[in-house]
């Protein structure tokens, strides 16, 4: 069984609301992801943190904002979104130490926009 | 050429079939790769790491040619449970990048 959470499991919003979705992983991990998958893509990275700082951003629009206010949970909060933006959005995360990549994902967030 | 190719499929294939996935990769420095399985509508899974020529876990087995810049998936005696999108996942710094990934249908 994963050991990331993510919630709500399904949102459904309109494009006035301001929303958030919550990641936690009890793994002991020092990195945390944001991705968003279209049905039948493969998952796009949107953010990735590194002890707790903001590492790396993929161009992703303001509307999107990530925070990480400790080193288990990851949060991305949504406001002003499109219809466009409706997707599932993963959670991830990862060892920093000895170069390990491998990432474990959160059963998703799956956004409506409405 | 994209950072991460793979086969289109989808593959069809009968129970105790064995079948080959096939990944490339245009990133000659890559050191490790990932096989992730996705279920519909669920997160990705990491099916296995490859650090060096190959990796085998029971009836799955993978290999790397760094040469070719070729990572390969075998399963062996497929079973029904194994319907899935398989996904070449190749590291880019503290980033994953993701094939488009190869769907895989066992059938009765």
């Known amino acids: 069984d994963t050991e990331v959470t993510q919630t709500p499991k399904h949102l459904v919003m309109g494009m006035t609301n301001k929303k958030s979705l919550k990641c936690e992983q009890h793994m002991g991990h020092r990195a945390m992801y944001w991705y968003k998958q279209k049905a039948k893509k493969p998952p796009e990275l949107m953010f990735v943190y590194s002890y707790e700082k903001l590492s790396i951003n993929e161009s992703v629009p303001s509307r999107f904002s990530p925070e990480c206010p400790n080193s288990s949970l990851l949060n991305l909060h949504l406001h002003a979104l499109q219809p466009e933006d409706s997707a599932l959005y993963l959670c991830?995360?990862?060892?920093?130490?000895?170069?390990?990549?491998?990432?474990?994902f959160g059963p998703g967030t799956r956004l409506t926009v409405t | 050429r994209k950072e991460v190719e793979q086969d289109p499929g989808p593959f069809n294939v009968p129970e105790g079939a064995t079948v080959a996935f096939n990944c490339t990769y245009s990133n000659s420095a890559s050191q490790s790769f990932f096989w992730y399985r996705q279920d519909c509508r669920k997160e990705p899974k990491l099916l296995m790491s490859?650090?060096?020529s190959g990796n085998e876990d029971g009836r799955f087995t993978a290999q790397l040619n760094r040469a070719s810049q070729y990572i390969s998936l075998l399963i062996r005696d497929s079973k029904l449970s194994d319907s899935a999108t398989y996904l070449c996942?190749?590291?880019?710094?503290?980033?994953?990048?993701f094939g488009s990934g190869t769907r895989l249908q066992v059938q009765p």
């Open positions: 996942v190749v590291p880019r710094g503290r980033a994953l990048t």
């Open positions: 490859v650090y060096s």
């Open positions: 991830a995360s990862s060892q920093v130490e000895r170069g390990e990549y491998e990432q474990y």
